[in-house]
């Protein structure tokens, strides 16, 4: 498998243009489909999976739900690989970690995938850039629509979609909003933000979605729970809630901009001479720093930087994403000073120890 030309490239949803791009990062719908008369994958054997494997990758071709048959079979992928699609949110960490016949099927912008043999047969996604809800949750029920012509999907009368999850049974669908709250933080009213929406069913989660902590200040929120909600339910609810918090954190962005301003500037200039500068940085840092360069940029504290460099830099500097570009494995050290390298030249600082000006 060979993705080192997309090492290079960001994805359809990092391009920093779509609406509220500011705090919203992306929007993901994903639906979540068994196929009948094969049991569940906690119960299939390895013939089946391969089975539902050979059947899902020849159906997603012909249905014709993506441009090209760009499908991947990941039975056998190296570990890089699999990180490297976990990095650009192409596939999950589960389908990553899990064993034996299982694939995914991506688009050429990136902004579909459509995974086999995860939790679930099929688990689509649709990813787009700032906040998209409905416009994502659309593009996503034209996909299925197409798939459930070829396919039959289990499905009860009284249940609706069923899947492995309880949770996820019904309609099988999960809106996520990934969102950039660095002001909630700084100011300490993100708790406050959590507490009032998972009053109203909905979870915070980090980076990498269930089971991932926050890193650099980033979250993503969505829906809990499926039965008993119809599609409209569920992508209304999300729908009503994100701008409420997008208000919230441009608030806290102009209150620290009125009454901390100095300490603000500091901050974000800062961040931006440490990652001119830095020779070995891990990527933990680098998520906490493009935090406030990223600040910085939608305030006007720093004016000669764009979003698309910083998401660049975001997804580029991800382990797997190094290593691909390098084209070998590189060890923990490797990494950070290679990191560093990249960093100071995507940020107009090509010179090295020992380079003459």
Not at 98 to 117: C, D, I, P, Q
């Amino acid at each position: 498998m060979e993705f080192k030309s997309l090492a290079g490239t960001a994805g359809e949803w990092l391009k920093g243009s779509g609406p509220e791009s500011d705090v919203v990062i992306s929007t993901r719908v994903r639906l979540a489909r068994n196929l009948a008369d094969f049991p569940f994958l906690t119960r299939a054997t390895a013939a089946q999976r391969k089975e539902l494997e050979d059947i899902l990758r020849k159906e997603i071709k012909a249905s014709g739900a993506l441009q090209k048959d760009l499908y991947y079979p990941l039975d056998g992928a190296s570990p890089i690989d699999l990180q490297f699609l976990v990095e650009r949110h192409l596939i999950s960490r589960d389908l990553a970690a899990s064993e034996g016949a299982r694939g995914v099927a991506f688009g050429e912008r990136e902004a579909v995938s459509l995974m086999v043999n995860e939790e679930d047969h099929l688990r689509m996604q649709v990813l787009k850039s700032g906040l998209q809800i409905q416009a994502a949750a659309e593009h996503i029920n034209k996909i299925d629509d197409l798939l459930e012509k070829r396919v039959d999907y289990a499905f009860s009368p009284q249940l609706g979609y069923l899947t492995v999850c309880p949770t996820n049974v019904g309609t099988g669908l999960r809106v996520s909003v990934m969102m950039h709250l660095p002001a909630l933080v700084i100011s300490k009213q993100i708790e406050k933000v959590f507490y009032a929406v998972s009053k109203i069913n909905l979870a915070v989660r980090g980076l990498y979605g269930e089971g991932t902590q926050a890193s650099g200040n980033f979250f993503q929120i969505s829906n809990q729970v499926t039965l008993g909600k119809s599609e409209e339910q569920i992508v209304s609810n999300i729908a009503s809630a994100i701008p409420q918090i997008i208000h919230y954190e441009r608030n806290a962005r102009e209150a620290l901009l009125t009454q901390s301003k100095v300490k603000l500037e500091d901050k974000v200039w800062r961040a931006h001479g440490l990652l001119r500068s830095a020779r070995v940085i891990t990527s933990e840092e680098v998520m906490d720093r493009l935090s406030d360069i990223r600040l910085g940029v939608n305030m006007g504290i720093l004016k000669d930087l764009s979003i698309k460099t910083v998401n660049e830099i975001f997804i580029q500097t991800q382990p797997a994403h190094l290593q691909k570009m390098e084209g070998k494995e590189l060890g923990t050290l490797q990494r950070d000073a290679l990191r560093a390298d990249f960093i100071r030249e995507k940020l107009g600082e090509k010179h090295k120890p020992g380079d003459k000006n």
